[in-house]
């Protein structure tokens, strides 16, 4: 009797055993589902968020946001004085060597009708644009016009964020519009702007000349590393 209760509690254990490693193995497999479940979105939200970037020129309509003169804020200077000296010089080489499409000398030409422009520095504070021209201030209030999605020539797309001066005579550019290859709400290192008395209309048909502006803080060995290693 005591044999048979013995070799019966033997099946058992055995039995017993052989669901544990049954059940063990579905727990893994279980779980390697789900890791690599979770590895695949994880993948699929980096992608789409790569592709997402504004400053690649693809976007959708609905992903573009109103924004406020609050991203532009600060002391800007102009980079056209650092392009002029040479200090920019290995940014248009680099620009030729990868490129190919332009010798040094038309990236060169091609820069200074871009960059070119009187207005040495831009105060953006609160609502308020002032813009500096030979040490000579003038500033006006600007109001919101929305934003304007070109389309270019290389297919790519760009949006433009408008805003025209509530004092018509104070002397300040009486339209304005910010291009920094963003489209919501962000804080930016460099912007391109156009501005003029002529309507918005008109500036939006401009795209020989963008004076471009980064922080006044930063100096021209600065700006030359962000261009060569951030663009």
């Not at 939200?45 to 573009?64: L, R, V, W």
């Not at 002391?75 to 650092?82: E, R």
Request: glycine share 6%; aromatic share 12%; hydrophobic share 25%.
């Amino acid at each position: 009797m005591k044999k048979k209760n013995t070799e019966l509690f033997k099946g058992i254990g055995i039995l017993l055993l052989g669901m544990l490693v049954v059940s063990g193995c579905a727990k893994t497999n279980n779980t390697e589902t789900v890791e690599t479940t979770s590895q695949s979105s994880k993948e699929k939200q980096a992608h789409n968020h790569k592709h997402s970037h504004s400053k690649d020129g693809e976007f959708k309509d609905d992903e573009i946001e109103n924004r406020t003169l609050q991203d532009w804020s600060g002391d800007w200077q102009s980079v056209y004085p650092y392009l002029l000296d040479g200090t920019l010089d290995e940014v248009l080489e680099h620009k030729a060597k990868e490129k190919k499409d332009k010798s040094f000398d038309e990236y060169k030409q091609y820069y200074t009708t871009g960059y070119k422009t009187e207005t040495e520095r831009i105060l953006i504070k609160g609502n308020t644009v002032e813009f500096f021209k030979d040490g000579i201030s003038q500033k006006s209030d600007y109001h919101y016009d929305g934003y304007r999605i070109l389309t270019y020539e290389s297919g790519k797309r760009g949006v433009r964020y408008l805003f025209s001066a509530v004092d018509k005579n104070s002397g300040a550019p009486l339209n304005i519009q910010f291009s920094d290859h963003n489209i919501k709400p962000t804080k930016t290192e460099h912007f391109h702007l156009y501005f003029g008395d002529e309507s918005q209309e008109e500036l939006l048909k401009e795209l020989e000349n963008w004076p471009t502006y980064y922080n006044s803080e930063w100096s021209g060995s600065d700006i030359l590393h962000d261009m060569l290693h951030h663009h």
